[in-house]
């Protein structure tokens, strides 16, 4: 079945401690994001990448760091620094060559206390 | 000039009711939107997109209608159904970034 993989679904940490999410996609698509999400907030772009070993910052990019060593892979790390990282955070993938459907992954709550 | 502004924040409709949700843009370089269903603790998952070559897109008991000219575009859902009660984002896209900005949502009820 193809599709996007987010683990693990529910995720702990204390605070100060850095924290990596996982994002795996096999629809050979180019272009990945990462998401978060808050009630009442809709969708904020956090990361961005359109290739392999390149990404962009989104809206909300202080506190987390990626990296895109493989097209299938677009882990996010929330960092000691985000201030508020408790929060749902959603992985999204695109073909990439034309705006277009954008396939969720099944998201990742994170609970920092 | 990035933002999707989406309203209404909620709406409850009876069973076989029109739900109407609208969404206002005002970056000219947008040229996909889409609508997004998304159940609480799920994904989002896209019900249907259009671009701005056409004013309106019907798929089954969805459609989008677009406005060009007044920077606006609509998810109309007929004869809306239980099944339907979940959360509706909006969103655009420009060829030239490849960001998608998406409209605070809202969340649909219907009721039984």
């Known amino acids: 079945d193809g599709g996007i993989t987010q683990s693990p679904k529910y995720l702990f940490r204390k605070e100060g401690q850095n924290v990596t999410l996982s994002c795996e996609q096999n629809l050979n698509h180019d272009a990945m994001y990462w998401y978060r999400q808050d009630p009442g907030q809709g969708l904020r772009l956090i990361y961005y990448?359109?290739?392999?070993?390149?990404?962009q910052k989104g809206d909300i990019a202080e506190g987390y760091s990626v990296s895109r060593e493989k097209k299938e892979s677009f882990p996010l790390t929330v960092t000691s620094a985000q201030k508020n990282p408790t929060a749902f955070y959603l992985c999204?993938?695109?073909?990439?060559?034309?705006?277009?459907?954008?396939?969720f992954g099944p998201g990742t709550r994170l609970t920092v206390t | 000039q990035q933002q999707v502004k989406q309203s209404p924040q909620s709406l409850i409709v009876q069973k076989g009711g029109i739900s109407i949700i609208n969404c206002a843009y005002e970056n000219t370089a947008f040229d996909y939107f889409p609508w997004y269903q998304q159940f609480p603790g799920k994904g989002p998952a896209l019900l249907i997109a259009?671009?701005?070559?056409?004013s309106e897109k019907k798929e089954g008991r969805f459609t989008i209608s677009f406005n060009k000219s007044a920077k606006q575009f609509s998810l109309h859902i007929m004869d809306s159904q239980p099944g339907d009660s979940a959360t509706y984002f909006c969103?655009?896209?420009?060829?030239?970034?490849?960001?998608?900005?998406f409209g605070t949502g809202t969340r649909l009820k219907v009721l039984a």
């Open positions: 999204a993938s695109s073909l990439g060559r034309r705006p277009g459907e954008q396939y």
């Open positions: 259009i671009r701005p070559d056409v």
């Open positions: 969103a655009a896209c420009s060829s030239g970034t490849y960001k998608y900005i």
């Open positions: 990448s359109q290739i392999v070993n390149d990404f």
